[in-house]
Nanobody, 124 residues
């Protein structure tokens, strides 16, 4: 079992930054991590994902160059640094984990475990 807890969401003005954190506990060895988001009335969408070692990280085109995914050395904390935020970034952000993470995946159904989500609201 893997437990994920997100934090760091909030209300910010457009152009500002936020850093989301995801605390992972349980059997996380060789688990790959991802970030997804879901805006009201929309489907959950991919934001960023890494393979289990963190050596490969991919981003959605909509956030490339603005968001950066990282982790601590122990792989117990995963971060999403969000810069130059836009109103369209407003959503609930979810951290997710999947087994067998030698590669990356942008597909939500590939992930076995999910956090409860943290709200990010960007005002114009």
């Amino acid at each position: 079992q893997v437990q994920l807890v997100e934090s760091g969401g909030g209300l910010v003005q457009a152009g500002n930054s936020l850093r989301l954190s995801c605390a992972a506990s349980g059997r996380t060895f060789r688990y790959a991590m991802g970030w997804f988001r879901q805006a009201p009335g929309k489907e959950r969408e991919f934001v960023a994902a890494a393979n289990w070692s963190g050596g490969i990280i991919i981003y959605a085109d909509s956030v490339k160059g603005r968001f950066t995914m990282s982790s601590d050395n122990a792989k117990t904390m995963v971060f999403l640094q969000m810069n130059s935020l836009k109103p369209e970034d407003t959503a609930v952000y979810y951290c997710a984990a999947r087994q067998g993470g030698a590669g990356t995946s942008s597909t939500s159904r590939d992930y076995n475990y999910w956090g409860q989500g943290t709200q990010v609201t960007v005002s114009s």
